[in-house]
């Protein structure tokens, strides 16, 4: 369910939890490219000294969450230097889908730079919004 | 839709070189996407001869407007599922000695042949980095290699693409994606139609191979660089000039 809190619509821990699985799957198709025996990935784990990853790894990673969520946190709003773990990218997207809905409450332009949404990024986001309401 | 033949994007691709290079990809099957600010005989045409896209896409586009590129390449990109090359063509030049350049000249220039050349690059590359690969040509200029008089800014755009291809290169090669140059010498187009006989003349006998190019020279390495056949080559520069800046 949808709540509003200090002007701004924040989605609900389940649909956060959609997002966080979206974000640590790609990141664990990437990493399974590099090293086939991580099953899985958790957020605590450090991208690079952990989960082997280089800079176009990260790169792929952040083009591909990109065309399956329609949104770039880094293009304005999160500086990737600040990314070290797998939980820090999912916050990076949790906090632009954050900054999304604030500015649709407030029916301004969003301060984030969103790409234009393929349609599964689209109907991701509307699902993701469905959840959110508990429809 | 994912399409089974290959999808390039041309930018500058309505006129002149661009348009040869379309050509040369329609002919070899593929699927050309290019866009500019208004319609052109020749888009025109390729629009009434295939009205449902399937191997011509345009769409008019501000070249200098990083959003409406950015949009055009997803637009591509969600229509025919893949995007496996890119051409940088498009370009702009201002002749006349530098310190009489005007402000907005060099700065049209500069936005024309290095900004959105970057920004274009930068939204076609999100798309082939989920993919397995993908090709680019940069289409710089014998300018980029050799110092001309009246061209200064010109030849600077051109010679950071140079820069831009091998820092590419080097950085994208382990993701599959080649990135060449192509550095036209002078030939018969639009920016040398108003060339004097004179100085054409004086071109012609520097060049070793006596002669003018066409656009048909340079788009052949383009198709050469695009091809399987330049499976192992990144990062170069080849100059399509007669042998002028050897």
Redesign the interface.
């Given at each position: 369910m949808l709540t509003k809190a200090a002007g701004c619509f924040f989605l609900c821990e389940m649909v956060m939890n959609d997002v966080k699985q979206i974000v640590l799957g790609i990141v664990a198709d990437v990493v399974k490219e590099r090293s086939p025996e991580i099953e899985a990935v958790e957020e605590g784990q450090l991208l690079v000294d952990e989960l082997g990853l280089r800079s176009l790894d990260l790169a792929r990673i952040i083009a591909k969450l990109e065309m399956k969520l329609g949104v770039d946190p880094f293009a304005k709003l999160v500086p990737i230097t600040s990314i070290r773990t797998a939980g820090d990218l999912c916050a990076a997207y949790a906090r632009c889908f954050e900054a999304i809905g604030a500015s649709q409450d407030a029916g301004e332009p969003s301060a984030v730079s969103t790409a234009t949404p393929r349609r599964e990024a689209l109907e991701a986001q509307r699902e993701l919004r469905r959840q959110a309401r508990g429809e | 839709m994912n399409a089974s033949r290959r999808v390039v994007i041309v930018s500058g691709g309505s006129r002149g070189l661009g348009q040869a290079i379309v050509s040369d990809l329609l002919a070899s099957q593929s699927i050309a996407a290019t866009f500019s600010r208004s319609s052109t005989p020749f888009v025109d045409e390729q629009r009434a001869a295939d009205p449902h896209a399937d191997s011509f896409f345009w769409k008019a586009v501000d070249g200098s407007d990083t959003r409406q590129l950015?949009?055009f390449v997803?637009?591509v990109?969600?229509r025919y599922g893949r995007l496996d090359a890119l051409v940088n063509n498009m370009g702009a030049v201002t002749e006349g000695m530098f310190t009489l350049q005007r402000d907005e000249d060099i700065r049209h220039q500069i936005a024309v042949n290095l900004e959105s050349v970057i920004f274009l690059t930068r939204a076609c590359?999100?798309?082939m980095?989920?993919q397995s690969g993908g090709t680019i040509v940069n289409i710089a200029s014998v300018n980029a290699l050799r110092g001309h008089a009246g061209v200064a800014v010109y030849s600077a755009t051109k010679a950071a693409l140079v820069g831009l291809t091998r820092s590419l290169a080097v950085?994208?090669g382990?993701?599959g994606i080649r990135v060449n140059c192509v550095a036209p010498g002078f030939f018969e187009s639009e920016m040398t139609r108003f060339m004097s006989d004179d100085i054409k003349t004086r071109i012609v006998r520097r060049t070793p191979l006596r002669r003018l190019g066409t656009a048909a020279d340079v788009a052949g390495a383009v198709r050469f660089l695009l091809s399987p056949d330049a499976a192992f080559i990144t990062g170069q520069v080849i100059a399509v000039d007669g042998g002028f800046s050897c």
């Amino acid at each position: 369910m949808l709540t509003k809190a200090a002007g701004c619509f924040f989605l609900c821990e389940m649909v956060m939890n959609d997002v966080k699985q979206i974000v640590l799957g790609i990141v664990a198709d990437v990493v399974k490219e590099r090293s086939p025996e991580i099953e899985a990935v958790e957020e605590g784990q450090l991208l690079v000294d952990e989960l082997g990853l280089r800079s176009l790894d990260l790169a792929r990673i952040i083009a591909k969450l990109e065309m399956k969520l329609g949104v770039d946190p880094f293009a304005k709003l999160v500086p990737i230097t600040s990314i070290r773990t797998a939980g820090d990218l999912c916050a990076a997207y949790a906090r632009c889908f954050e900054a999304i809905g604030a500015s649709q409450d407030a029916g301004e332009p969003s301060a984030v730079s969103t790409a234009t949404p393929r349609r599964e990024a689209l109907e991701a986001q509307r699902e993701l919004r469905r959840q959110a309401r508990g429809e | 839709m994912n399409a089974s033949r290959r999808v390039v994007i041309v930018s500058g691709g309505s006129r002149g070189l661009g348009q040869a290079i379309v050509s040369d990809l329609l002919a070899s099957q593929s699927i050309a996407a290019t866009f500019s600010r208004s319609s052109t005989p020749f888009v025109d045409e390729q629009r009434a001869a295939d009205p449902h896209a399937d191997s011509f896409f345009w769409k008019a586009v501000d070249g200098s407007d990083t959003r409406q590129l950015e949009d055009f390449v997803r637009t591509v990109f969600q229509r025919y599922g893949r995007l496996d090359a890119l051409v940088n063509n498009m370009g702009a030049v201002t002749e006349g000695m530098f310190t009489l350049q005007r402000d907005e000249d060099i700065r049209h220039q500069i936005a024309v042949n290095l900004e959105s050349v970057i920004f274009l690059t930068r939204a076609c590359l999100k798309c082939m980095l989920t993919q397995s690969g993908g090709t680019i040509v940069n289409i710089a200029s014998v300018n980029a290699l050799r110092g001309h008089a009246g061209v200064a800014v010109y030849s600077a755009t051109k010679a950071a693409l140079v820069g831009l291809t091998r820092s590419l290169a080097v950085e994208l090669g382990p993701a599959g994606i080649r990135v060449n140059c192509v550095a036209p010498g002078f030939f018969e187009s639009e920016m040398t139609r108003f060339m004097s006989d004179d100085i054409k003349t004086r071109i012609v006998r520097r060049t070793p191979l006596r002669r003018l190019g066409t656009a048909a020279d340079v788009a052949g390495a383009v198709r050469f660089l695009l091809s399987p056949d330049a499976a192992f080559i990144t990062g170069q520069v080849i100059a399509v000039d007669g042998g002028f800046s050897c």
